[in-house]
């Protein structure tokens, strides 16, 4: 069934009348999350935006897989039409957002892609329920918490905001998260995203920057994640530079990492091509890898079965 601007309830959402399209909604956690749904294929892949934007940040990536894989992207509760409560806002509360919207869908493991604060959410989810992923895609994120100096500096900015509103805020941040390059030759990209932060309510930004100030470190763990990831970073993020994207990739066994030229904070939006085809790549070797799983399983449910039927003495 295809939809648009559509609200599923759980309990009358059944597993043959999955929706596809654009702006579906759902109720998740006490919240409405409105995401796209779009391809087919055994293995979704969903994406998850940063901050402060929302699920159309990913549109190259949907528009160039949407044929050839099941591509989900979804608003962030607060973000683009996803609504929002009064419960505290938190990494681990949007990180069992992001299960609990897996679970309502019916999708028992998936690949997952995380820009940014995108990437905190998938590494705190990945921390408490590795069984969820079949991959992971770390883009443009850290592990790190923030340091004293990083928290006083997003109390400041909360303070700012609080007396002078969003539009100095999103000014400041578009020359921070994108590349000198992106700046002087992608206008569309830059006004785009600017105009995403300002459609962004005032109260979700503030409380998400204070969700962020107070994020626990993810770092003491990743060498206990086995399944594959995929590690992308612009060459000249200076939010979240490569050297944590190394850092990332050092500690994952089972990782690559590629940075991106001529990219910042937003590599998916600057590079799209060079970002897609890395994409492509690690979900390619991905199939490779649940093919040959299912061969071998295959392979040893007929032996059991030929001794099952063979006589016993």
Known sequence: MKGQDIYIDKT?????????????????NGITVCYDDLGEGNTPIIFIHGFPFNKSSWQPQIDFLKNINRVIAYDIRGYGES??????LSIGLFADDLIEFMNVLQIKKAIVCGLSMGGYILLNAMHRYPSRFTGI????????ADSPQ?????NQTIKQIELHGINNFASTYLQNIFCIDTLNEKNEITEKIKKIILSTSQETIVRTLD?????????SWLNKISAPALILCGKNDAITPPTQSEF???KISNSTFHCIDKA?????????????????SFLSSIEKIENEKKLIKIYYNHLYEREQQSPRS
Request: net charge positive; charged share 30%; aromatic share 4%.
């Open 211 to 219: 969700a962020l100030a107070n994020r626990h470190e993810m770092c």
């Open 137 to 144: 895609i770390l883009s443009d994120t850290q592990c790190i």
């Open 248 to 250: 990332l990739r050092n």
């Open 150 to 154: 990083a928290k006083e500096k997003r």
């Open 264 to 280: 910042g904070h937003l590599a998916n939006l600057e590079q799209p091509e060079e970002f897609n085809n890395y994409l492509n």
């Open 83 to 88: 609504t929002i409560n009064n419960e505290k």
């Open 12 to 28: 009358t959402l059944k597993k043959q009348e999955m929706l596809t399209g654009y702006n579906i909604k759902i109720k998740v």
